[in-house]
Each structure stands twice: as structure tokens, then as C-alpha cells.
């Protein structure tokens, strides 16, 4: 059966552009400085959805706090701009476009200089995110990241298949996912082909997680299928090499 070419995503893997530039302000948008020189992510900040603008933040504040954990020693200043300035992680309304984008400028003035001394070396607190593929807890973080900007609306998934039909949407956890690479045993030669892969969040782990030559999904059905398009180019903007960081 001939599929729609709309309904066929595959995750990507073109290398992204470095940047280390400034983050300037923009209204409605979050910006966040790769601290390896990686690209500068932005995010639409929706004032008509809280919960989601919570859920995003939240992501954003996990990196941040996963470079501190990291490099506790050689960015001090961290500290010193989230910890014992006027925004902490504690404190900050997640709802609230400016406290939010305090947090985040005080990162940037940090992660800016330091992404140009990174350039060309290697940290020892960082080896595995130098990989060419990076572990769970560093994919897991990136398949988050992907899937919050790229369905605007997961409730709608839930409601988007008939009932009593042969189309079901279901998700499946991260450890799930981890659980079948480490069954299956995947090699290089390998092509992983997900049929009826929903928004192709497996695919996109797979593509992540394994050296499959590659990974790719197919969905008939259009909402999902438009989810996982662009999930899939999102993912691309972040290879395994982790240039978010």
C-alpha cells in the first residue's frame, strides 16, 4: 500500500551551525546559548498556554542545571548568577515570561564566553556528551526537548483516532525504548523501519541511541504524521554529538 508522502518522516542527522553569538531579546521568544557552540535554540513563549510555557522552562532549567551538576568547578559564576542572584530555580514562576527570561540571560552571560573556549578541546566532566552518540540521560533530554516543540497540542493525539478502529495512539516510556536498543542489539548495517510509529518518538530514539545506517517511520494517519515531520527536523538541529550543549 502507497503512503501518502506526508505521512513518511525520517530523523534527520545533518550537523548543526555553530553559534556562539549573543541571545538578544525578542518578544514572545526564549533564546539559550549552546554552552559547547552548538546552536542557538529559541522557543515560542504562548501566553495563552501556561502549562505548556511551564512544561518547556522546566526542560530549559534541567539543561541548565545539568551543566552546573557537570561543571561545578569551572563555571562558578553559574552560581553565582542563578544561585545567589535575584532569579533562582526555586523561586521563579515557570508562567512568567520575564522571571524566566532573567534565568535564562543569566546563563547565556555564562555559556557565551565559555562555548569559545570549548572549541577544540576536551572536558573530562563532559567526555561522554563529546560522543558521537550521547547516553540515556543526555537523549532522553534531547527526545524531550523535540517532541514539547514540536506537538503543540498532545492532548489532541489522544483524540484523534476513532474508537473501536484499527488506529491507536499510544506513547511508550524512554526506559521502554532503551529496553528494546538493548534487546535487539542493533548494527550499523541496520535500517529500523517503525510501522504505524505514531509522532516517531521511537524512531527518534533509535536514531539517537544506536548506529543504525538508518531510521525511519511511517504513520497514515495526518495529525500524527504532521507531529512527527516536524519532530523529526527538530531532531535533526540536535545530532548525537549533543550541539545543543
Not at 37 to 43: K, M, P, R, V
Amino acid at each position: 500500500m502507497a503512503l501518502p508522502a506526508s505521512a513518511s518522516a525520517e530523523i534527520g542527522r545533518s550537523p548543526s551551525t555553530s553559534s556562539t553569538g549573543s541571545a538578544t531579546h525578542s518578544e514572545g521568544k526564549l533564546r539559550m546559548v549552546s554552552i559547547f557552540g552548538g546552536e542557538t535554540i529559541c522557543f515560542d513563549w504562548k501566553p495563552d498556554e501556561p502549562q505548556r510555557n511551564s512544561e518547556l522552562v522546566s526542560i530549559l532549567f534541567e539543561v541548565i542545571g545539568l551543566c552546573i551538576k557537570r561543571l561545578p568547578c569551572a563555571l562558578p559564576t553559574i552560581f553565582a548568577h542563578l544561585d545567589n542572584g535575584a532569579s533562582t530555580f526555586n523561586n521563579v514562576d515557570k508562567t512568567n515570561l520575564e522571571e524566566v527570561r532573567s534565568v535564562i540571560d543569566d546563563f547565556n552571560k555564562v555559556a557565551a564566553p565559555y562555548a569559545k573556549l570549548w572549541k577544540g578541546q576536551t572536558n573530562p566532566a563532559f567526555e561522554s556528551w563529546s560522543q558521537d552518540r550521547a547516553d540515556v540521560e543526555l537523549l532522553t533530554i534531547i527526545c524531550s526537548l523535540s517532541f514539547s516543540r514540536a506537538v503543540s497540542n498532545p492532548q489532541l493525539l489522544n483524540n484523534h483516532y476513532a474508537p473501536f478502529s484499527s488506529g491507536v495512539y499510544g506513547e511508550t516510556s524512554y526506559e521502554q525504548m532503551q529496553s528494546i536498543i538493548d534487546q535487539i542489539g542493533f548494527r550499523e548495517s541496520d535500517v529500523f523501519l517503525d510501522l504505524g510509529c505514531g509522532v516517531g518518538q521511537l524512531v527518534m530514539y533509535v536514531a539517537g541511541g544506536t548506529r543504525v545506517k538508518r531510521a525511519v517511520g511511517i504513520e497514515i494517519n495526518d495529525l500524527p504524521a504532521k507531529y512527527g515531520a516536524a519532530m523529526g527536523e527538530d531532531f535533526s538541529k540536535y545530532p548525537p554529538t549533543l550541539a545543543l550543549y
